[in-house]
């Protein structure tokens, strides 16, 4: 495991995983736990490198949650309000237009369905570390596969019993 190079003197990793492409970035990482920390090593399709570590100490929970991209369903509405601004316009504005002005409410139902379903096929189950500081939240996406959600699991029950100690 790549994080080996970032090991301190004396510590060694007591628990590991590898996630693949969970992120935006489509970057695997590497998760360690040690007694002394947290750690996630990454790296991305150009070959970029990432490395993170969270003290034991700072750890102040973790959950398993599950959520959907709202972000999506935000945009689908942000167009498709978009394309209802355009139908209100007067029709001789889109005189020139190769389709009917009214059109535009049909396209922005439609717009707004395909968001939808892409919002709704977002959900996805992650474990989350939080940290004290906010900026120290990590997820790690629960796939559907069972071994890789017991191996999640396993990883989460590692890290209760290094916070506990």
Known sequence: MDIDNYLLEGENVKEEMHTE????????????????????????????EAFHDLSIEKVSGISFESGRENAVLGLGLVFGTAFLILEALPSEIFA???????????????????FGIIWYDSKSSYLQIHG???SDRWKIEVSDSARDSKEVREFAMSLRKEISR
Not at 22 to 35: A, F, L, P, V
Not at 98 to 114: G, M
């Open 21 to 48: 492409g969970g992120d935006i970035h489509k970057r695997d990482w590497d998760w360690g736990i040690t007694s002394e920390r947290v750690i996630k090593h990454g790296s991305g399709l150009l070959g970029d």
């Open 96 to 114: 020139d237009f190769p389709i009917p002005s009214d059109l535009f409410w049909v396209i922005a139902l439609i717009t707004v369905v395909f």
């Open 132 to 134: 004290y500081d906010s």
